[in-house]
Protein backbone atom coordinates (compact mmCIF):
# COMPACT_ATOMS: atom_id res chain seq x y z
CA UNK A 1 0.00 0.00 0.00
CA UNK A 2 1.57 3.64 -1.20
CA UNK A 3 1.91 6.24 1.66
CA UNK A 4 1.10 9.18 2.18
CA UNK A 5 3.15 11.62 -0.51
CA UNK A 6 4.53 14.95 -0.10
CA UNK A 7 6.26 17.34 -2.39
CA UNK A 8 8.89 18.64 -2.14
CA UNK A 9 10.58 17.78 0.71
CA UNK A 10 12.46 20.73 0.80
CA UNK A 11 12.39 23.79 0.14
CA UNK A 12 15.07 27.09 0.60
CA UNK A 13 12.66 30.65 0.33
CA UNK A 14 13.06 34.21 1.51
CA UNK A 15 11.16 36.02 3.69
CA UNK A 16 7.69 37.45 1.98
CA UNK A 17 8.15 34.78 -0.92
CA UNK A 18 5.14 32.62 -1.20
CA UNK A 19 5.24 28.93 -0.93
CA UNK A 20 3.08 26.04 -1.88
CA UNK A 21 3.08 22.56 -0.72
CA UNK A 22 1.62 19.00 -1.94
CA UNK A 23 0.04 16.20 0.07
CA UNK A 24 -1.47 13.52 -2.00
CA UNK A 25 -2.82 11.11 1.07
CA UNK A 26 -3.19 7.42 1.49
CA UNK A 27 -6.27 5.84 -1.08
CA UNK A 28 -9.75 5.77 0.67
CA UNK A 29 -8.72 7.71 3.94
CA UNK A 30 -11.27 10.47 4.23
CA UNK A 31 -9.39 12.38 6.93
CA UNK A 32 -6.28 14.74 6.06
CA UNK A 33 -4.25 16.82 8.37
CA UNK A 34 -1.42 19.28 7.83
CA UNK A 35 0.26 19.83 11.23
CA UNK A 36 3.48 21.93 11.26
CA UNK A 37 6.64 20.77 13.25
CA UNK A 38 8.87 23.22 14.78
CA UNK A 39 12.48 21.98 15.50
CA UNK A 40 12.61 20.34 19.37
CA UNK A 41 8.82 20.65 19.29
CA UNK A 42 5.68 18.10 18.81
CA UNK A 43 3.56 18.28 15.68
CA UNK A 44 0.84 21.55 15.55
CA UNK A 45 -2.02 20.79 14.00
CA UNK A 46 -2.92 23.53 11.36
CA UNK A 47 -6.10 22.26 9.42
CA UNK A 48 -8.27 19.10 9.25
CA UNK A 49 -10.02 17.62 6.46
CA UNK A 50 -12.70 15.49 6.28
CA UNK A 51 -13.14 14.42 2.53
CA UNK A 52 -13.36 18.27 0.53
CA UNK A 53 -14.52 19.94 3.68
CA UNK A 54 -12.63 21.82 6.72
CA UNK A 55 -13.34 20.64 10.23
CA UNK A 56 -10.78 22.23 12.11
CA UNK A 57 -8.41 25.45 11.33
CA UNK A 58 -8.93 26.89 14.52
CA UNK A 59 -4.78 26.57 14.22
CA UNK A 60 -4.22 28.33 10.90
CA UNK A 61 -2.72 32.06 10.63
CA UNK A 62 -5.16 32.91 8.27
CA UNK A 63 -3.62 35.98 7.46
CA UNK A 64 -1.01 34.05 5.46
CA UNK A 65 -1.70 30.38 5.81
CA UNK A 66 -4.28 28.36 2.77
CA UNK A 67 -5.00 24.84 2.68
CA UNK A 68 -7.50 23.13 -0.05
CA UNK A 69 -8.52 19.83 -0.77
CA UNK A 70 -9.64 20.00 -4.22
CA UNK A 71 -12.48 16.78 -4.82
CA UNK A 72 -11.50 15.50 -1.23
CA UNK A 73 -8.21 13.57 -2.14
CA UNK A 74 -5.34 15.88 -2.74
CA UNK A 75 -4.27 18.59 -0.98
CA UNK A 76 -2.18 22.04 -1.14
CA UNK A 77 -1.01 24.09 1.99
CA UNK A 78 0.29 27.77 0.91
CA UNK A 79 2.19 30.39 2.43
CA UNK A 80 1.77 33.80 1.16
CA UNK A 81 4.06 35.57 2.33
CA UNK A 82 6.42 34.02 4.18
CA UNK A 83 8.23 35.12 7.83
CA UNK A 84 11.18 33.63 9.37
CA UNK A 85 9.15 32.05 11.95
CA UNK A 86 7.32 30.10 9.74
CA UNK A 87 10.84 27.71 9.26
CA UNK A 88 9.85 24.30 10.28
CA UNK A 89 8.60 20.82 8.50
CA UNK A 90 5.56 21.07 7.31
CA UNK A 91 3.94 17.36 7.92
CA UNK A 92 0.73 15.85 5.73
CA UNK A 93 -1.11 13.24 7.25
CA UNK A 94 -4.01 10.86 6.56
CA UNK A 95 -6.84 8.34 8.20
CA UNK A 96 -9.49 6.57 7.19
CA UNK A 97 -11.59 8.69 10.11
CA UNK A 98 -11.36 11.32 12.42
CA UNK A 99 -10.55 9.35 15.48
CA UNK A 100 -8.36 6.57 13.82
CA UNK A 101 -4.64 5.79 13.32
CA UNK A 102 -2.97 8.61 10.96
CA UNK A 103 -0.07 7.87 8.71
CA UNK A 104 2.22 10.24 8.26
CA UNK A 105 4.30 11.76 4.79
CA UNK A 106 7.75 12.63 5.02
CA UNK A 107 7.27 16.07 5.32
CA UNK A 108 8.82 19.31 3.48
CA UNK A 109 11.26 21.06 5.45
CA UNK A 110 10.86 25.17 4.74
CA UNK A 111 13.80 27.06 5.79
CA UNK A 112 12.93 30.98 5.42
CA UNK A 113 16.16 33.02 5.05
CA UNK B 1 -2.31 24.42 21.93
CA UNK B 2 -0.23 21.34 23.11
CA UNK B 3 -2.56 19.11 25.81
CA UNK B 4 -0.68 15.88 25.80
CA UNK B 5 3.03 16.27 27.69
CA UNK B 6 5.79 13.81 27.87
CA UNK B 7 8.06 12.75 30.82
CA UNK B 8 10.88 12.78 30.83
CA UNK B 9 11.89 15.06 28.33
CA UNK B 10 14.91 13.16 27.95
CA UNK B 11 15.68 8.99 28.60
CA UNK B 12 19.16 7.41 28.32
CA UNK B 13 19.29 3.51 28.85
CA UNK B 14 21.14 0.72 27.47
CA UNK B 15 20.57 -1.85 25.36
CA UNK B 16 18.36 -4.60 27.07
CA UNK B 17 17.00 -1.87 30.14
CA UNK B 18 13.09 -1.25 29.60
CA UNK B 19 11.73 2.46 28.91
CA UNK B 20 8.98 3.67 30.58
CA UNK B 21 7.67 7.28 29.44
CA UNK B 22 4.74 9.02 30.59
CA UNK B 23 2.12 11.23 29.19
CA UNK B 24 0.08 13.92 30.64
CA UNK B 25 -3.17 15.45 29.39
CA UNK B 26 -5.66 17.83 30.72
CA UNK B 27 -9.56 17.85 29.15
CA UNK B 28 -11.50 14.74 27.90
CA UNK B 29 -10.34 12.33 25.28
CA UNK B 30 -11.56 10.08 22.72
CA UNK B 31 -8.53 7.59 22.55
CA UNK B 32 -4.73 8.96 22.91
CA UNK B 33 -1.93 7.36 20.64
CA UNK B 34 1.29 7.00 20.83
CA UNK B 35 3.94 8.24 17.78
CA UNK B 36 7.51 7.39 17.01
CA UNK B 37 9.93 10.01 15.21
CA UNK B 38 12.94 8.97 13.74
CA UNK B 39 14.84 10.89 10.99
CA UNK B 40 14.99 7.71 8.71
CA UNK B 41 11.12 6.96 8.92
CA UNK B 42 9.32 10.35 9.89
CA UNK B 43 6.28 9.48 12.12
CA UNK B 44 4.85 6.32 12.37
CA UNK B 45 2.49 5.30 14.56
CA UNK B 46 2.74 2.51 17.59
CA UNK B 47 -0.63 2.13 19.43
CA UNK B 48 -4.27 3.55 19.93
CA UNK B 49 -6.14 2.53 23.20
CA UNK B 50 -9.49 4.09 23.49
CA UNK B 51 -10.63 5.92 26.75
CA UNK B 52 -13.05 2.77 27.18
CA UNK B 53 -9.29 0.61 27.68
CA UNK B 54 -7.25 0.74 30.49
CA UNK B 55 -3.76 -1.46 28.81
CA UNK B 56 -3.01 -2.21 25.82
CA UNK B 57 0.35 -4.48 24.22
CA UNK B 58 2.21 -4.39 21.01
CA UNK B 59 4.91 -6.32 20.82
CA UNK B 60 7.57 -4.91 23.21
CA UNK B 61 5.37 -2.25 23.46
CA UNK B 62 2.70 -2.00 26.52
CA UNK B 63 0.69 1.55 27.04
CA UNK B 64 -1.44 2.10 29.86
CA UNK B 65 -4.33 4.96 30.09
CA UNK B 66 -5.64 5.97 33.56
CA UNK B 67 -8.58 8.70 32.21
CA UNK B 68 -9.37 9.47 36.35
CA UNK B 69 -5.91 10.41 36.69
CA UNK B 70 -5.85 12.41 32.90
CA UNK B 71 -2.17 9.78 32.02
CA UNK B 72 -0.78 6.97 29.96
CA UNK B 73 2.54 5.28 29.83
CA UNK B 74 3.84 3.44 27.31
CA UNK B 75 6.58 0.92 28.19
CA UNK B 76 9.47 -0.44 25.76
CA UNK B 77 10.76 -3.88 27.42
CA UNK B 78 14.44 -5.15 25.89
CA UNK B 79 15.10 -1.75 24.58
CA UNK B 80 17.06 -2.09 21.09
CA UNK B 81 19.31 0.79 19.76
CA UNK B 82 16.72 0.74 16.75
CA UNK B 83 14.27 2.03 19.41
CA UNK B 84 16.39 5.46 19.27
CA UNK B 85 13.63 7.93 18.50
CA UNK B 86 11.35 10.69 19.85
CA UNK B 87 8.03 9.10 21.18
CA UNK B 88 4.75 11.74 21.15
CA UNK B 89 1.49 10.87 22.55
CA UNK B 90 -1.43 12.21 20.54
CA UNK B 91 -4.77 12.63 22.58
CA UNK B 92 -7.96 12.98 20.25
CA UNK B 93 -9.23 15.55 22.20
CA UNK B 94 -13.42 16.57 21.11
CA UNK B 95 -14.04 19.79 20.78
CA UNK B 96 -17.34 21.16 19.74
CA UNK B 97 -18.10 17.66 18.58
CA UNK B 98 -14.89 17.44 16.36
CA UNK B 99 -12.10 15.44 16.98
CA UNK B 100 -9.19 17.36 17.29
CA UNK B 101 -5.23 15.27 17.54
CA UNK B 102 -3.32 17.19 19.60
CA UNK B 103 0.49 15.77 20.37
CA UNK B 104 3.06 16.30 23.06
CA UNK B 105 6.23 17.69 22.84
CA UNK B 106 8.46 14.20 22.87
CA UNK B 107 10.26 12.07 24.94
CA UNK B 108 13.84 11.82 22.80
CA UNK B 109 14.95 8.28 23.93
CA UNK B 110 18.46 7.44 23.68
CA UNK B 111 19.50 3.54 23.53
CA UNK B 112 23.15 2.57 23.92
CA UNK B 113 24.38 -0.46 21.96
Known amino acids: EAGVAQSPRYKIIEKRQSVAFWCNPISGHATLYWYQQILGQGPKLLIQFQNNGVVDDSQLPKDRFSAERLKGVDSTLKIQPAKLEDSAVYLCASSVQRNTEAFFGQGTRLTVV | SQQGEEDPQALSIQEGENATMNCSYK?????LQWYRQNSGRGLVHLIL?????REKHSGRLRVTLDTSKKSSSLLITASRAADTASYFC?????????????FGRGTSLIVHP
Open chain 2, 49 to 53: IRSNE
Open chain 2, 90 to 102: ATGELSGGSYIPT
Open chain 2, 27 to 31: TSINN
